[in-house]
């Protein structure tokens, strides 16, 4: 069965410092990745999604970015990091679309990042 | 733009009670509509629908599609206080998911 590891689970940062969120699925090859993040009362809003390795979209201009340097793995980064930087950041895989089906996403269990 | 919208935006009930939450979207290219449950960490995923006035069913939870409202109901029945959490809609366009800002549900014993 396929399984999505994210770490680390919490992390406290002070503005202006680099970030690195990792993101790993098992189980499955070829996945669909995304990054998203989620502030308090508001919906998820997606950050990078990708379709395969070194293919990354971007929703949101932003001091983010994101990589996918293996099949299954997706990492969020920042050189600086803002206080809005603040979040829930989730990864999620599913397995490929194509023009006829849609799949749902499955998610990791996040990460809590909190700028000081 | 892409948009969904849930509500009520939290509820409170009493366990026993009936409850049905609401979705709708606006949403070009629409392919499907998902319900999530999220309690402390990862959305777990509870129905996708594609078709209209299929209700798709899992214990005491349903949920069906009407394509031509743009809408879809999520159903608890006889709710127990572990259905405690935010419930979201998304809606898939192409290769994207678009996230309502979830309705958050309390049981009480």
């Known amino acids: 069965s396929q399984t999505i590891h994210q770490w680390p689970a919490t992390l406290v940062q002070p503005v202006g410092s680099p970030l690195s969120l990792e993101c790993t699925v098992e189980g499955t090859s070829n996945p669909n990745l995304y990054w998203y993040r989620q502030a308090a009362g508001r919906g998820l809003q997606l950050l990078f999604y990708?379709?395969?390795?070194?293919?990354i979209s971007s929703e949101v201009p932003q001091n983010l970015s994101a990589s996918r340097p293996q099949d299954r793995q997706f990492i969020l980064s920042s050189k600086k990091l803002l206080l809005s930087d603040s979040g829930f950041y989730l990864c999620a895989w599913s397995e490929a679309l194509d023009r006829r089906r849609s799949q749902p996403q499955h998610f990791g269990d996040g990460t809590r990042l909190s700028i000081l | 733009e892409d948009k969904v919208v849930q509500s009520p935006l939290s509820l409170v009930v009493h366990e026993g009670d009936t409850v049905t939450l609401n979705c709708s979207y606006e949403?070009?290219?629409?392919?499907?509509l998902l319900w999530y449950k999220q309690e402390k960490k990862a959305p777990t995923f509870l129905f996708m629908l594609t078709s209209s006035g299929i209700e798709k069913k899992s214990g005491r939870l349903s949920s069906i599609l009407d394509k031509k409202e743009l809408s879809s109901i999520l159903n608890i029945t006889a709710t127990q206080t572990g259905d405690s959490a935010i419930y979201l809609c998304?809606?898939?366009?192409?290769?994207?998911?678009?996230f309502g800002t979830g309705t958050r549900l309390l049981v009480s014993p």
């Open positions: 990708s379709v395969g390795i070194g293919q």
């Open positions: 998304a809606v898939v366009g192409f290769q994207k998911l678009v």
């Open positions: 949403v070009t290219n629409f392919r499907s």
